[in-house]
C-alpha cells in the first residue's frame, strides 16, 4: 500500500515590506526538489488557526507548504499591530513567493497558492498577477466586498459609522487605531456578524493563540470596494474554487458567477457552512479535493509503497 510522506517543519520569517512575516515551512522528508504551495488566511486570523492542518496534510502528499501570517498580526511584524490593509496583505503574497523561489529545497518552477475566505480573494488577485504559478485554490472565497457589505446588513453597517470617524481621525492625527471587532453576534456591528461568525473564529482559536479579534476600523470602505472576483477571468493557470452552498459571509452566488469566468476554473461545492471548511468531516473531503487538485497540477514525487 502508498504511505504518506513525513515531513519536517520549520519557524521561518521572510523580508515584507517595511517589515517581516512569519510563518512555518513544511518540508517531505526525503524528496528532491518538491513542488511548494503558499497558504494565506482570512480576516485577521493567523497561521495557527487551522492553516497548519491544511499544510500538514499537503506535505504528506509531497508538496512542500508555507503558512504565513501577515504583517501587522499575530507574531508577525508591522506597526500599527490589527492594521488590515489590502495592498500590504498582497504584497506580504508577493513576498511570501518571493522567498519560496529564493529556496533551494523546493522546485521554484512548480509553486501554487492557497487561500481562505479573504485570503481566498487575496488568492485570486494574486494569481492573476503572477501568471509563472502553476495553480491556485480559493477556499469560500470573499470575491465582492458589496456582496458581503449587504449580508452584514445596512443597520450593522451604519452602527460603524462612528468608529471609522474615530479612526480616520486617529490615523490622521498619528495616534493609536480605533478598532471594530473582526466578528460579533447578529446585529453588532463587526466585520462579519453572521451567526456562525463569532463561534467559529472561536473554535479555530488554539491554546495560546495570537489572534486578537479586532482591526483598525479604516479597513471598512476598502473592504467594501474590494472585488478580487473580478480578477477571476485573468488567471491563466487552473484555479479550483471551493464552494459553500450555505455561505452567511462570502455569498455563493456572487463566487460562482466570478468563477464561470476563469479560462481554467474548477468549481467543488459543499453543504456546509463557511466556519465548517476548517475542521471535521467538511476538512476532509475539502482537503482530499484539494490534494486531488494540486497533485495533477504540481506533480509531487509518490510517497514509498509498502507491501
Not at 26 to 48: F, I
Not at 84 to 107: E, F, H, N, T
Not at 196 to 201: C, E, F, I, R
Not at 258 to 263: D, E, K, M, N, S
Amino acid at each position: 500500500m502508498t504511505t504518506a510522506h513525513s515531513f519536517t517543519r520549520h519557524d521561518i520569517t521572510f523580508p515584507a515590506g517595511d517589515s517581516t512575516c512569519a510563518g512555518w515551512f513544511y518540508l517531505p522528508t526525503g524528496v528532491t526538489s518538491p513542488p511548494v504551495v503558499v497558504l494565506g488566511h482570512g480576516l485577521g486570523a493567523t497561521r495557527e488557526m487551522r492553516l497548519d492542518a491544511f499544510a500538514e496534510r499537503f506535505a504528506q502528499a509531497g508538496i512542500a507548504a508555507v503558512a504565513f501570517t501577515y504583517r501587522h498580526f499575530g507574531d508577525s511584524g508591522g506597526h500599527p499591530r490589527q492594521l488590515l490593509s489590502i495592498k500590504r496583505q498582497l504584497a506580504d503574497w508577493d513576498a511570501a513567493i518571493a522567498y519560496v523561489k529564493g529556496r533551494p529545497d523546493v522546485d521554484r518552477a512548480r509553486v501554487a497558492v492557497w487561500g481562505s475566505s479573504f485570503g481566498g480573494g487575496h488568492a485570486i488577485t494574486v494569481a492573476s498577477r503572477h501568471p509563472e504559478l502553476r495553480a491556485a485554490v480559493a477556499q469560500c472565497p470573499f470575491t465582492d466586498g458589496l456582496a458581503s457589505a449587504l449580508a452584514l446588513g445596512p443597520v450593522a453597517s451604519l452602527r460603524m459609522t462612528p468608529v471609522l470617524a474615530r479612526d480616520l481621525a486617529a490615523r490622521v492625527r498619528g495616534r493609536a487605531p480605533a478598532m471594530v471587532p473582526i466578528a460579533a453576534a447578529p446585529g453588532a456591528p463587526a466585520l462579519m456578524n453572521a451567526p456562525d461568525a463569532l463561534p467559529g473564529y472561536e473554535a479555530l482559536q488554539p491554546a495560546g493563540t495570537t489572534f486578537r479579534n479586532e482591526v483598525a476600523a479604516r479597513v471598512i470602505p476598502t473592504i467594501a470596494a474590494y472585488r478580487p472576483g473580478r480578477a477571476a477571468k485573468k488567471v491563466t493557470m487552473p484555479i479550483l474554487f471551493c464552494v459553500s452552498n450555505t455561505d452567511s459571509v462570502t455569498p455563493p452566488a456572487e463566487t460562482l458567477r466570478y468563477a464561470g469566468t476563469a479560462p481554467r476554473g474548477e468549481v467543488k461545492r459543499y453543504d456546509a457552512g463557511h466556519f465548517d471548511f476548517y475542521t471535521g468531516e467538511t476538512f476532509e473531503e475539502l482537503v482530499l479535493d484539494q490534494i486531488e487538485f494540486l497533485a495533477r497540477q504540481l506533480h509531487p514525487a509518490p510517497a514509498a509503497s509498502t507491501p
